[in-house]
């Protein structure tokens, strides 16, 4: 059984504060393309959203959305958060601006996690990668301890299984799964573009 987290507490400071997972790409939220992929490869999705009054806005049906416990941390509170309110083992996590997700590749994660804390693709993408539940959790809340945002001081702190991507690339020959968007130019420029269709 498996669980995805998908971190949506950003601030949007590239996109004057506009909530990016809401964002429209192709006619819907970005958050909507996550969803409806990873409904096929994982069990539950949770929503991990900065405070309650972005909560409210994330709503989607059979998704549950949760909060950052601690505020100020960035990706390492989100799954943290996340990883606490998942029901299973092992947890895909992502950012909320990655629309192009693909299940193969989170399956392919899946797997390459078994008998590992993390499955991370390599050159690294820690907001793109299958961690297990408890050492995750307790890595997450070392670093808060210690004043450490950085999610790689994180990932340092877990046994790690290093997926090339060019192993990745033999499922998804463009890598869309990890294009994300930063700013209103790549939205105008992924809605013009047939990119990963």
Do not use: L, N, S, Y
């Given at each position: 059984m498996r669980t995805a987290v998908v971190l949506a507490g950003g601030k949007g400071s590239r996109l004057n504060y506009v909530e990016k997972a809401l964002l429209k790409l192709r006619g819907k939220p970005i958050l909507n393309h996550i969803v409806e992929t990873l409904s096929e490869c994982v069990d539950e999705i949770i929503v991990v959203a900065r405070d309650?009054?972005?909560q409210m806005k994330l709503h989607l049906a059979g998704v549950k959305v949760v909060r950052d416990e601690v505020q100020g941390f960035g990706p390492v509170a989100?799954?943290?958060s996340g990883l606490e309110a998942s029901s299973f083992e092992y947890s895909?996590?992502?950012?909320?601006?990655?629309p192009f997700?693909?299940?193969d590749v989170v399956d392919l994660l899946f797997r390459k996690a078994v008998g590992y804390d993390v499955a991370i693709p390599y050159p690294l993408e820690p907001l793109h990668a299958v961690y297990r539940r408890e050492?995750?959790?307790r890595a997450a809340k070392a670093a808060i301890r210690r004043r450490k945002g950085a999610i790689m001081y994180v990932v340092d702190q877990l046994q790690a299984n290093y997926v090339p991507k060019e192993e990745i690339r033999a499922i998804d020959p463009e890598l869309c799964t990890f294009i994300n968007i930063n700013d209103f130019e790549d939205v105008e420029l992924l809605n013009k573009r047939t990119i990963c269709d």
């Open positions: 309650e009054e972005q989100g799954i943290c895909f996590v992502a950012a909320c601006d990655m997700i693909k299940a050492t995750t959790i």
